[in-house]
């Protein structure tokens, strides 16, 4: 039972490269989210997606970009990283049902910024 | 807009002896709230809910917390802790002009002393 999984789970990048962290759900849930956790800030949500081909900026989006090509992934890109975007970075998923909320998550990937 | 704060990013308790950790929340309508529990070097996991009905909701571990309209509370407890709840716990709130997306606070670390 996946649940939420996040690949890769570690990463060091140089200033000014590029990645993707890829996000995968395989519990069919409608909404999907990327959310940046760092110390003392609790987490805090970078853009997330409502369905499929839909996309939108969260708290903290500057930086980043996202897609949602298929219902069960959730992409988030870093077109040119920068120190600040050290971070852990969290997927997180849920149903349509909002009174639930229950959000799921993946174990987090930790990417360093040099 | 909805918000949460939580009192006391540190928290060190003997074992055996009562947990509390303070969330407090501000929100105009009547507010959907959580707690997370993050384990070290993992994602977050539900402990417990409160949508509508009963006030005093029970979680897991042996978790659980009361909603306070008149003080705007939502405090987590626990009579006797574990080393295992050595954990960061995070209160957060669904912000009703969203997606169903969830607002943190910062989280209180939890340490348990033998």
């Known amino acids: 039972n996946a649940g939420v999984t996040q690949t890769p789970k570690f990463r060091v990048l140089k200033t000014g490269q590029s990645m993707t962290l890829l996000c995968a759900q395989d519990m069919n849930h409608e909404y999907m989210y990327w959310y940046r956790q760092d110390p003392g800030m609790g987490l805090r949500l970078i853009h997330y997606?409502?369905?499929?081909?839909?996309?939108a900026k969260g708290e903290v989006p500057d930086g980043y970009n996202v897609s949602r090509l298929k219902k069960q992934n959730f992409l988030l890109g870093l077109e040119s990283a920068a120190p600040s975007q050290t971070s852990v970075y969290f997927c997180?998923?849920?149903?349509?049902?909002?009174?639930?909320?229950?959000?799921?998550f993946g174990e987090g990937s930790r990417l360093t910024v040099l | 807009a909805q918000s949460v704060t939580q009192l006391g990013s540190h928290v060190s308790v003997s074992e055996g002896a009562l947990v509390l950790l303070r969330c407090n929340y501000s929100s105009s309508v009547p507010p959907y709230l959580f707690w997370y529990v993050q384990y070290p070097n993992q994602g977050l996991q539900l402990l417990l809910k409160y949508t509508t009905g009963a006030t005093l909701v029970k979680g897991i571990n042996g978790f659980e917390a009361e909603f306070k309209k008149s003080e705007t509370s939502f405090h987590l407890t626990k009579p006797s802790a574990h080393m295992s709840d050595a954990a960061e716990y995070f209160c957060?709130?669904?912000?009703?002009?969203?997606?169903?997306?969830?607002?943190f606070g910062a989280g209180t670390q939890v340490v348990v002393t033998p």
């Open positions: 997606s409502v369905g499929e081909g839909t996309t």
């Open positions: 997180a998923s849920r149903g349509l049902a909002r009174s639930t909320g229950e959000l799921f």
């Open positions: 957060a709130v669904i912000l009703t002009d969203s997606w169903g997306k969830l607002q």
